[in-house]
């Protein structure tokens, strides 16, 4: 299973990216998938996940109003449209997938690579 990541930039405050994740491989069809993120000298953070079937949305705190998770599988990919970006949204963006309970993010069983993601104040 390989998780590519894509569409990361560098962008004013206030701007969007949207960030893509292409999956290739056979992963579970329950797995939800979903986004995660790492800024520098900081542990790596939860983002959205999105389950199977996209019927359910789950966001960090930080990511509510201003971040929408989307997936469209028949290109096995999930999408991170991210508008109102903060200068403290600057991070290296990670895909995952993997399985979850409800009301709490997805547990990762696969990484992407990342994309970095830089907003400039």
């Known amino acids: 299973v390989q998780l590519q990541a894509s569409g990361g930039g560098l962008v004013q405050a206030g701007g969007s990216l949207r960030l893509s994740c292409e999956a290739s491989?056979?992963?579970?069809?329950?797995?939800?998938r979903g986004w995660f993120r790492q800024a520098p000298g900081k542990e790596r953070e939860f983002v959205a996940h999105?389950?199977?079937?996209?019927?359910?949305?789950y966001y960090a705190d930080s990511a509510k109003g201003r971040f929408t998770i989307s997936r469209d599988n028949a290109k096995n990919t999930v999408y991170l449209q991210m508008n109102s970006l903060k200068p403290e949204d600057t991070a290296v963006y990670y895909c995952?997938?993997?399985?979850?309970?409800?009301?709490?993010?997805?547990?990762?069983?696969?990484w992407g690579r990342g994309t970095q993601v830089t907003v400039s104040s």
């Open positions: 995952a997938a993997g399985p979850g309970i409800v009301g709490s993010p997805l547990d990762p069983r696969y």
């Open positions: 999105i389950s199977w079937n996209g019927g359910t949305t």
């Open positions: 491989g056979l992963i579970s069809s329950t797995y939800r």
